[in-house]
């Protein structure tokens, strides 16, 4: 094999890491404000209506139970690792010169960083010093098919995060380095673009599609509306067969209830 004279394996001439995407564009604040009324699942149920069907990430789980996330998506890219490209030898002068350093230099207040690792339980994407530079950005929630170390420390840091696990491996310790960022990733099968908007909640993380975005705020406030009239009447002891989904008798008490909450 060859090697240069310090001893590495020499790297690709056209290859230069990071990757970056560039910059993108952030949905407006009052759509996300609009949003943040809008659970995971209803935002699933919403986009699954729309023909959108692979949107929920399978796998990773809260740590915060509780917590509730709505805001912009920054994304960053682990790829398997090749001794001529990249890997875990000399972790701390590459990982600094990675996409996993460079992607925390360009988090804005509000972002959500998600993270492509795979679901592999070996790699911790990151710790407790990245997070808490992480959360001194302005950055809002995390959330990663993967691992992430540090646990104890990283709880009491407050950010909320959804991950497989943890693990004590540091991010290019096993099989995977972090490779890209503001790029396209697949997250548990998911599509992620830079910019579009995560929801995540006790149920999961689910992505909602920028250019679609708009159009989910406005039929999941009708959706939450009409939910929140059959949970009262349901409770109240009505029949499960007109209020949930409601037939066309619980549509209109429903008009007149929604008449009198928002008079005008």
Known sequence: MTTNSNGTIP?????TLPITG???????PQLIEQLRGVSSA???????RMGIRQTFIEGPKTTLPGAKIVGSIITLQFMPQREDVASGIQQEYSEKFSALWAVLEHIKPGDV???QAFGDPYTGCLGEMLITYFKAQGGIGIVVDGCIRDAPRVQ???VPLWVRGFTPNYASQSTLFPWAYNVPIACSRV??????IMIADDDGAVVIPCNVAPEIARVTREHEDWESFSRMKITDGGALFKYYPLNDEGRQEYEAWRAEQRPG
């Open 191 to 196: 599509l992620v673009l830079p910019g579009d």
């Open 156 to 158: 009491a840091i407050g």
């Open 11 to 15: 790297r690709p001439d056209n290859l």
């Open 22 to 28: 560039g910059e993108f564009s952030r949905p407006d």
């Open 113 to 115: 960083l998600a993270i």
């Open 42 to 48: 209803t935002a699933s149920a919403m986009l699954h």
